[in-house]
Every structure is written in structure tokens, then in C-alpha cells.
């Protein structure tokens, strides 16, 4: 707690004061919120690409400059991300844009970097619509959201079957176009949808629309939720002795490790589709989750390895771009085929996505309080538990 | 009774229950809003700042000395009503003493200062979601009862319990001091007339102090109330805010018991709405019925504007 | 009136050859920032501050106009559309403004205030879950017109200098003098002879025609809205308050002073701050309403008012109008 502050009142006084620079560095502009709702996946993104820029100037910088990112706060407000854009371009003169984390303000920072034709890497954004825009200065490394379920529906295909599904989702860009691929999946499959409704973020009690899930007695619970919103539906299906095959989570708020904490005995059985675990094959995942934790005393999640990811793919395009201007990084990034931590990057177009990241996405589960990856199975690290046990029958 | 109807049956007793416990600690959240509005006349827009407060400081207490947040109580509604008197007293007091074209500067004075907490919140513990994970978080009382040869199963949560009995003995205590005793009295002499309470020989300065006091402490008890049951981030007063607004006016400036039949009738107008109309509109429903009372019952559900 | 014309002129030049001897797109942003604040406060000032009815949802105002002008557009109309768009979402909040005060004005004082938040609330609810209409919140994309950011300047400085010509006419009219007569005793108002539900609603309409016209240009600016957007309760309904009673509500100029230091100065604490800026912002906030509670201006026309009073009896109120 101390030590937070102490670091926020050395923060203050650092920007205040002038950097001593006698050596030459390359900067590159991150717009990020830093403050208001959004503020605690900024923080974690912020400090995941400051800890890859340390790793990485240790390592002898970029073409002999050291490489650092320039982190302004955005709010989460659009209007703002779209200022700080402008002010990298303009006055700045960064010839490399990464970052932001909410879908709305990275698509309005997108529309800027292209009005502008200076190379943009969103990192966390997840809605369809930023890729497919036909933008040549947009890049997305994190998949977009329509594929956040593909572990999940092959999941269903191979070992679930279901028949029956209630979908319950955050009322937010996200939350509509993630479950709106899983509505049409159940379409298309014939999975009969008994319940479908998206819902304020921020709610004290579900359990009156949980209760009428219970009445509905659908085979899969889906649900779209950011943090908290997953473990009180977790705790207050618990309560109310909810027992489909499964609950199933679209990704966010049921893979993150506050989660585990939070839902407690309530998250055990619990799967979601994710980006990433820290079981992943990736060369560096482990590593990255081992020392962000120590470093930070808090476990990051895929937010996190998503900017560290995007700092080695900045470092990668640097290096190999012929001149550090807008349209030589450009193609640089273009020619992207590198692993990362995250997983393998490289920009293709497909269907109507142009410069998108494509890459496997998993189904975790909670087992014994941890984190498991349990599909696909050549990525699984634990056996997957199917149909999970009743509440009343768990010990 | 078929199974389908016996079904049918516990969903809405169970709504209307999960309905009634809400309301509790909506009641609370209304209670030290109504209060201040009833005697100060200004809408206080720091009000899910000052929970927020009192929830890190629930999370303060049990985090590093083990303090179970019922008994944490006795330190927020304290520290709460000191805040809150402080408040009142070198910031709000020294604007309302000027005379000015409208009296919303004190409105825009309360914008500030939520800002300031929030983000203050915000450096010292980062942004972060915090909880207070006691062990009877998800405890929950189960009953059940037989109807026409079938079985009813309802359950109760232990914390929302807990928060609705304490809500429910808070609002009794406040109406009781507010009746009964001589600084209640005054108070409640300040907010029918407050020139005339001063000519009566009243500090209504010091009653203003009280008040905002006393309005903090009920607030901050309802965030503590609120920590077992959900979580703690610097921006999270907003949406309570506006929930105590529309309480404070379904019961009606001042009124006590208003205020709790308020918080009542959103949380179960939220928890009705929200299974037998549409989830996404689940919200709406309380501003709904705000506006419909604020038409045809303009003084509030109980009818009287005065505490 | 020359020595006036020239406080006024001078100024306005100096604004439109701005954008041709600096063509910095972040700066020009900041100041069409500030200009759509200009026009919001100058806006929310004229039911608020000159009329006295303070209202906690203008966003119900901003976010209608700037949703017509894009359903309207999106709706397959030729691009141009988002010329005459500015209008239609003008008219579009005008005409909710009917609605809204047919149901608000019933109720007075701290009522009315929280009456019409609600119904901003009930809307931004509305656009939120009408997914055919609004395409809920997932939000309406729009690639915007111009390339150019002066053209944008341009635009926004005309609004802005329509909207206060207009408060400026008509507070000097004889609606004007109905507004501040409402403000100061509505029941002795009343009693005058004075249609005071007829005039507050006057007020209301005019002050909602330019909220959403800056709605509608916001919608074209950015190329992209959502409910949580434009229906904001903290990040537009109170920060037009913010910006009015900043600068001073009632006077002419004060909400243009405080959209300017509401734009200017946080994006400065931001840049310049760093990681807390808002806690500055904050305390900027409280120090301002503690040392000038009428706003700046308000405060220092009110102390050369008294100044004025002592030395020959002029009429306050004027310098206030």
C-alpha cells in the first residue's frame, strides 16, 4: 500500500522534473487509461510494456537507442485518446502508435493513426469492426472478438454436445459481438437459446435473472462478464444451487486471477474461452507470468501479456524497419512473423479482416483453485472435468 | 400443484425476496442522501464517493488487522461522520454563506470533491478491484417449504441479510433520534425553516455539520455493508450516486421512513423488472418510477417533504 | 459600442486566421474541444443560469442530436448529409425538449433538476437495448467528412458564435427579461401575468436546439458514437454544469471562460502532471468555487458592480445580462 504511494509521489515528481538524456532512445506513443473505470487494465498494460522495455534495453536497446514508451492517460475517453494521438503526430512526431485498451478508443485513435497514415499496433481491442475497415495503417495483434469462442465451440463440437444454452452478457460493445458469435454459432448448430440478455455492468444482484436461469434448466450458463460481474454470478449461482453441465465464460472477467480470489470456492469448475494462460507453449509465457508476479505482486493476465507482446513486436518492427519513419515501419510491420509470449504474430487478411493477428484460442477451467487450460488437447494442461459435479454433491 | 406452477411460484418469491434485500441497502444509501437534501436543500454528488471511502476503509481494517467488517462499523460510521462534518464545515459552509445567482455552485463543490476522493482513492491504492473475502460471503440460509405437495426451495443470503437487518435498525435509530431527541429536534426544526430555527436561538451552522455528518456515516455504513457482498475500485461511487437520488425522491426530501420504502420499492422494482420485463432495461425501471411519482405524487411516496 | 465592437472583433479575427498560421492538428483539436464546450455551456446557461432551471440531463440533449444526425445518415443519405445533419439534430433535441418539459416542468427547484436526469438516464437506456435502431453498444460508426481539421474549426466556430449572438439576442429581448423574472420569483412571475410553464419551455428549446446541434457535430466529428458516449451522465450532463458554473452562470461570457479552462487546463494538468492530474483538477475545481462562488466572471462582475454601485449608481443587473 505504502510502497504504491511512495512509487505514485516518485512518479509525480520524475514527469515533473527533466530526463537526463545522454543517450539516444526511439520513442514511441501509447495512449492507455489510466484513470476512471477502466484504470486497472491500463495500470496492468502500463507496467507490462515499461518491464518488456527494460528487458529489452538491457538486451542492448533497439539499433543502438534505447527503446521507451511514452504513456499518457486517456481517461478511457475517446475525445482524449483521439488529443494524445494527435499530439504524438503532430507535435511528438512519433512514427509508431501502440496501445489502448477499450474497443471505443481504440477504433477512434485507428481513425486518427490512418487519417494520419502513421502504423498503429491495437493491443487489447477486441470489437470485429477495427480490422475490417480496410485500413492499411491499422494492425491488431489480440484476435478479434467474434474468434474469443472458437476453443469454446470446439470444445462443444468434439466433447460437450449441448442442447440447450442460457447467454448472459455485459451490455457493452464487447459483450454484444462476443456473444452475438456464440448466438449465431447456436444457431447455425440448432442449440436451443432459452435465455438471452445483456445487463448492466456494475450490478449489485443477479440472482433474480440467475433464478429464472435455474427455472430454465438450459444445458451451458454463457456469460460475458468483466471482473466482478463474473464472480458475483459465480457466488449467486453457487447460492442459488444452479446446475447446468457447465458455466462457460466468453473470456475477461472469468479468466482473470482476481477472479479466483473473489468467487473463491464458487469459480471451481468454472470454464472460460481465453487468449492465454500461463500453461500456454509459447516460448517466455511462464516467464513473463513469473516475474510480472514477482515484480508487481500481482499475477497478470491476458491484458498483460498482450502489451508485453506488443513491446517485442514495437522492438521486432524497429529493428527491421530500413528508416524509422511512418511508412518504412509500416511495411516492417506488414512483414511481421515473429512468437511471442502472447503467441505466434503475423498480420493477414481474411473474410473481411485485413492486417489481423489470427491465432488458436483456448478453453480454460478452474481446478482446485488454479487456472487449467483443458482445450484444445494438444494444448491442455489438465484433463478437462465434463459434466461438472452438482453444487450440493462437491465436498 | 404441477411442478411447472410450484416453479413458477419460487421464481418470483425468490425475486421478490433477492427484491427486499437489495432495498435494504438501497435504503441505507438513500437514508444519508435524503437527509442531507431534507435539511440542506443541495444535492450532494459525492455521496458514492464518501461509500467508497468508508468500503476501503472496511478493506483497510480487514486486511491488515484482521477486522470482520460488521465490526468495522464502529470505526467508519465515526470516521465517516468526521469526514463528512469536516466537509461541511470548511468547504461547503463558507460557499453556502455567499450569496450567488444559483445555489448549485455547493452542487459543483460536491463534483469536486468526488473527484479529488476518487482519485486520490486511486494513487494510494491503485486501480485495482479489491474485495473483503470473509468466509460467509456466499453463506446462504435455505428453507424449505412445502406447498400443495410440492417443495419450495428459497434461500436467503447471509450478508444481504445481515446488511437489511442492520439498514432496517439504522433507519429505526435515525427516526428515533430525530423524534426524540433535542439535537434531532433541531434539526429537524432547521430543515422546515431555517432562518426561523435560527431566530429560535439554533447553531444551525452546527446543525448543518451534523447533518452532512450524520448523512456521510449512514452512507459510509451502507458501503461497509456492501463490501462482503462486492468489490472496491476507486470509480465505483457514480452509479450509486444516482441510485440515491432516485430513493431520496421516491421517498421524498427528508423523509426517513420514505427513504427506506423508497430503496425498497427500487430494489424490488429492479429485481421484478429485470426477469419479468428485459434485464437491459432493469435500470430504467427505477427512473421510471421516479418520474411517475415525481408527477402524480410530487411530495414523495409518504406524501410529507420535511424530515 | 466601437470600443465593445473592437473587444469583439479583434478576438474573432485573431480565432479564423488561427488555424492558417498554425496548422497543428493536436492544438486545433484542443480548441475545437473547447469550442463544442463553449457551445455546451453557453447552451446549458441560457435554462440554467439566466432562467434558473437547473438541469442534471442535458446529455439526454447531446446524445439525441447527435444519434438523429447519425441514424439519419447511416440510413443511406449522401454524405453531405452531415451539413444540414447539424440542423436535423438540432431540431430532433428541440423536439424533445417539448416532450421533456411537458413532463419536467410540472415539478420545481432540486425536482426538476433530478426529473430530467432521470429521463436522460431512461434514454441513454433506450439507445443502449433499441439494437435495430441504434445499434446498441456496439455504436454507430461514421467515417467523417473532412479530412481537414479546419474545416471542423471553422464549423464549430460558427456555432459557437451563433449560440452566444443568440443567448446574447435574446436576453436582451423581452424573452429575456421573462427568463430572469422566472429565475428570480417564479410565483411573483406568475402573478404578473407571466405564462411562466410557456417561457421556461421557450428557454428549454433553444437551449436544447444548440445542445444537440453540438451533439450532432460531435457525432461528425469523431466519426463514432455509442450510448455511453453521448448520454453520459459524469462525463457531459454534470461538466456542462462544471463548465458554466466555472465560469459564471448567468453572465454572457462566463461559460465560455470555463469550457476553456475545463478543456485547456486538464488536458495541461494531464500532459504536465501526470499520473493524479485529476486530484489537481479537482482541487482546481473546489478552489475556484471557494474564492469565486458566482464563477469567475460572475465574481468579478459582481465586485465591479458594487465598485460601480459606490461610484455612480449603476444598475447591477444590467452588467449581469
Excluded at chain 3, 458554466?244 to 476553456?260: D, E, F, I, K, Q
Aim: net charge positive; charged share 15%.
Amino acid at each position: 500500500m505504502r510502497k504504491t504511494f511512495v512509487a505514485a509521489v516518485a512518479a509525480l515528481a520524475m514527469t515533473a522534473g527533466p530526463a537526463g538524456a545522454q543517450e539516444k532512445v526511439v520513442k514511441i506513443g501509447v495512449p492507455l487509461p489510466l484513470t476512471g473505470a477502466e484504470a486497472k487494465f491500463g495500470e496492468m498494460e502500463k507496467q507490462a510494456y515499461e518491464m518488456a522495455a527494460e528487458e529489452i534495453n538491457a538486451k542492448g536497446g533497439v539499433k543502438g537507442h534505447k527503446l521507451s514508451f511514452d504513456i499518457q492517460d486517456s481517461g478511457g475517453k475517446a475525445e482524449t485518446a483521439t488529443a494524445i494521438v494527435e499530439k504524438f503526430v503532430s507535435i511528438n512526431k512519433y512514427p509508431f502508435v501502440v496501445g489502448e485498451y477499450s474497443s471505443q478508443c481504440s477504433y477512434s485513435v485507428a481513425a486518427v493513426a490512418e487519417k494520419y497514415k502513421v502504423p498503429y499496433l491495437v493491443v487489447t481491442g477486441a470489437a470485429d469492426k477495427i480490422t475490417q475497415q480496410g485500413w492499411k495503417y491499422v494492425f491488431r495483434l489480440n484476435p478479434p472478438s467474434s474468434l474469443y469462442n472458437m476453443g469454446v465451440f470446439s470444445f462443444f463440437e468434439t466433447v460437450a454436445k449441448p442442447k440447450s444454452i442460457a447467454i448472459l452478457y455485459e451490455n457493452t460493445d464487447f459483450g454484444n459481438s462476443t456473444s452475438k458469435a456464440m448466438k449465431e454459432y447456436c444457431k447455425a448448430k440448432g442449440i436451443n437459446i432459452v435465455l438471452d440478455e445483456g445487463y448492466q455492468a456494475g450490478a449489485v444482484d443477479f440472482k433474480p435473472i440467475l433464478q429464472k436461469v435455474k427455472s430454465l434448466r438450459p444445458d451451458i450458463v454463457y456469460m460475458v462478464s468483466y471482473l466482478m460481474d463474473a464472480s458475483l454470478l459465480m457466488r449467486q449461482s453457487k447460492e442459488l444451487d444452479i446446475n447446468p453441465q457447465a458455466f462457460i465464460g466468453g473470456g475477461a472477467g472469468h479468466t482473470l486471477p482476481e477472479f479466483l480470489q473473489n468467487a473463491a470456492e464458487a469459480s471451481e469448475y468454472c470454464m472460460s474461452a481465453t487468449l492465454w494462460t500461463p500453461q500456454v507453449k509459447y516460448p517466455g509465457a511462464k516467464e513473463f507470468f513469473d516475474k510480472f508476479k514477482a515484480k508487481f505482486g500481482k499475477e497478470p493476465d491476458y491484458h498483460g501479456v498482450e502489451a508485453y507482446a506488443a513491446a517485442y513486436v514495437t522492438a521486432d518492427t524497429l529493428k527491421r524497419a530500413k528508416e524509422w519513419t511512418a511508412e518504412a515501419i509500416r511495411t516492417a510491420l506488414a512483414a511481421t512473423n515473429m512468437m511471442t509470449a502472447f503467441g505466434p504474430i503475423k498480420f493477414i487478411a481474411w473474410d473481411q479482416f485485413t492486417n489481423q493477428n489470427r491465432m488458436e484460442t483456448l478453453v480454460l477451467q478452474v481446478q482446485k483453485k488454479k487456472y487449467e487450460t483443458i482445450w484444445p488437447k494438444d494444448a491442455a494442461s489438465a484433463k478437462y472435468v465434463y459434466p461438472v459435479p452438482r453444487w450440493r454433491d462437491r465436498k | 400443484m404441477t411442478p411447472q406452477l410450484a416453479g413458477q411460484i419460487e421464481l418470483f418469491l425468490q425475486v421478490v425476496i433477492a427484491g427486499i434485500l437489495l432495498g435494504g441497502l438501497y435504503s441505507l444509501i438513500g437514508l444519508g442522501m435524503s437527509l442531507i437534501m431534507g435539511v440542506m436543500r443541495i444535492i450532494n454528488l459525492a455521496h458514492g464517493e464518501l461509500m467508497m471511502v468508508a468500503m476501503y476503509i472496511t478493506y483497510l481494517a480487514f486486511s491488515l488487522v484482521h477486522v470482520d467488517p460488521y465490526v468495522s462499523l464502529f470505526i467508519v460510521l465515526p470516521a465517516l461522520f468526521l469526514i463528512g462534518a469536516g466537509l461541511q464545515k470548511y468547504l461547503i459552509t463558507p460557499v453556502m454563506d455567499v450569496e450567488s445567482v444559483l445555489p448549485q455552485n455547493q452542487v459543483l463543490l460536491t463534483v469536486g470533491i468526488g473527484i479529488v476522493l476518487s482519485n486520490l482513492a486511486q494513487l494510494i491504492f491503485s486501480a485495482d478491484y479489491m474485495s473483503v473475502p470473509v468466509s460467509y460471503a456466499s453463506k446462504t440460509i435455505y428453507w424449505d417449504v412445502n406447498v400443495g405437495g410440492q417443495t419450495i426451495s428459497l434461500s436467503f443470503n447471509f450478508p444481504f441479510l445481515v446488511a437489511f437487518a442492520i439498514a432496517i435498525g439504522l433507519g429505526a435509530a435515525l427516526f428515533l433520534f430525530l423524534g426524540k431527541t433535542d439535537i434531532g429536534r433541531m434539526i429537524r426544526a432547521t430543515a422546515q425553516d431555517k432562518r426561523a430555527a435560527a431566530i429560535m436561538g439554533i447553531n444551525t451552522k452546527r446543525i448543518t455539520y451534523i447533518t452532512f455528518g450524520l448523512g456521510a456515516a449512514l452512507v459510509g455504513a451502507a458501503g461497509t455493508l456492501l463490501a462482503p457482498v462486492y468489490y472496491i475500485y476507486p470509480a465505483i461511487g457514480g452509479p450509486f450516486t444516482s441510485k440515491a437520488f432516485i430513493i431520496t425522491v421516491l421517498g421524498g426530501m427528508g423523509n426517513i421512513a420514505g427513504a427506506v420504502l423508497g430503496g425498497l420499492v427500487l430494489g424490488l422494482g429492479e429485481s421484478l423488472g429485470s426477469v419479468y420485463i428485459s434485464l437491459g432495461y432493469k435500470d430504467a425501471f427505477g427512473f421510471v418510477i421516479f418520474v411517475l411519482v415525481l408527477i402524480f405524487l410530487p411530495k414523495g411516496l409518504l406524501g410529507k417533504s420535511s424530515v | 459600442m466601437t470600443k465593445k465592437a473592437v473587444f469583439l472583433v479583434v478576438p474573432a479575427l485573431l480565432v479564423l486566421i488561427f488555424p492558417l498560421a498554425f496548422e497543428n492538428p493536436y492544438i486545433l483539436h484542443m480548441l475545437i474541444l473547447s469550442m463544442l464546450w463553449i457551445v455546451l455551456g453557453v447552451s446549458w446557461n441560457l435554462l440554467g443560469g439566466f432562467t434558473g432551471q437547473v438541469s442534471y440531463g442535458h446529455a439526454a440533449f447531446f446524445g439525441t442530436g447527435a444519434y438523429a444526425t447519425a441514424i439519419l445518415v447511416k440510413s443511406g443519405q449522401p454524405p453531405a448529409t452531415a451539413w444540414w445533419g447539424l440542423l436535423v439534430g438540432g431540431l430532433a433535441a428541440a423536439l424533445l425538449a417539448t416532450f421533456i418539459g411537458w413532463i419536467c416542468f410540472r415539478l420545481r427547484g432540486p425536482y426538476f433538476s433530478l426529473s430530467v436526469l432521470a429521463l436522460s438516464e431512461v434514454l441513454r437506456l433506450v439507445a443502449l437495448n433499441w439494437k435495430e435502431v441504434t445499434n446498441g453498444a456496439e455504436g454507430i460508426l461514421f467515417l467523417p467528412a473532412f479530412n481537414d481539421k479546419g474545416a471542423y474549426y471553422y464549423i464549430i466556430f460558427a456555432i459557437a458564435a451563433i449560440t452566444i449572438f443568440a443567448v446574447h439576442r435574446v436576453m436582451k429581448s423581452k424573452l429575456g427579461f421573462y427568463f430572469l423574472a422566472i429565475r428570480e420569483d417564479q410565483d411573483a412571475a406568475e402573478s404578473l401575468g407571466i405564462d411562466t410553464t410557456k417561457y421556461k419551455l421557450i428557454s428549454l428549446m433553444i437551449s436544447a436546439f444548440f445542445t444537440g446541434v453540438a451533439g450532432s457535430f460531435y457525432m461528425n466529428y469523431m466519426g463514432f458514437i455509442d450510448p455511453g458516449i453521448v448520454f453520459d451522465l459524469s462525463k457531459i450532463s454534470i461538466m456542462m454544469i462544471l463548465v458554466t458554473m466555472l465560469g459564471g452562470a448567468a453572465t454572457l461570457w462566463g461559460p465560455a471562460l470555463g469550457a476553456v479552462i475545463y478543456i485547456l487546463v486538464s488536458e495541461g494538468f494531464r500532459v504536465y502532471v501526470g499520473s493524479g492530474h485529476l486530484v489537481f483538477f479537482g482541487v482546481l475545481i473546489i478552489v475556484i468555487i471557494l474564492f469565486f462562488p458566482n464563477g469567475i466572471v460572475g465574481s468579478i462582475l459582481e465586485a465591479k458592480g458594487r465598485r460601480d454601485r459606490r461610484t455612480d449608481n449603476k444598475d447591477p443587473k444590467q452588467v449581469a445580462a
